[in-house]
């Protein structure tokens, strides 16, 4: 009887580490972030500054993300949560509650 308990213990505690383990494929990007494959490193939020009090749209990022010589970009909602690190290579654009940019900035 107690080898029972034994194996049933030991069969839920690989199952347990098995469901920890992680994969090598990569993750899916995240919405409203785009990526694109130039050298550029560098993100220059002045040639971004058109689209202030525009919509935020997906192609409107694009734009953006281009004119700025940044290899990604974001849209930032008002409740979004960030993280607080900060990547020379990425745009921010800030909107208001009606989707409309406010601010324009690289990090």
Do not use: H
Not at 13 to 21: E, K, N, P, T, Y
Not at 56 to 62: N, Q
């Amino acid at each position: 009887m107690r080898w029972k308990y034994a194996s049933s213990g030991l069969i839920l505690a690989a199952a347990l580490l098995a469901g920890c383990s992680s994969t090598s494929e990569p993750s899916s990007p995240v919405q409203g972030a785009t990526t694109a494959d130039t050298s550029q490193s560098r993100c220059d939020a002045a040639g971004a500054q058109f689209a202030l009090g525009k919509p935020a749209s997906p192609a409107l990022l694009d734009q953006a993300r281009v004119k700025a010589g940044a290899q990604t970009a974001r849209v930032l909602g008002p409740n979004d949560m960030v993280t607080l690190e900060y990547r020379s290579d990425r745009l921010n654009l800030t909107t208001d509650q009606a989707a409309i940019v406010t601010r324009v900035n690289c990090g």
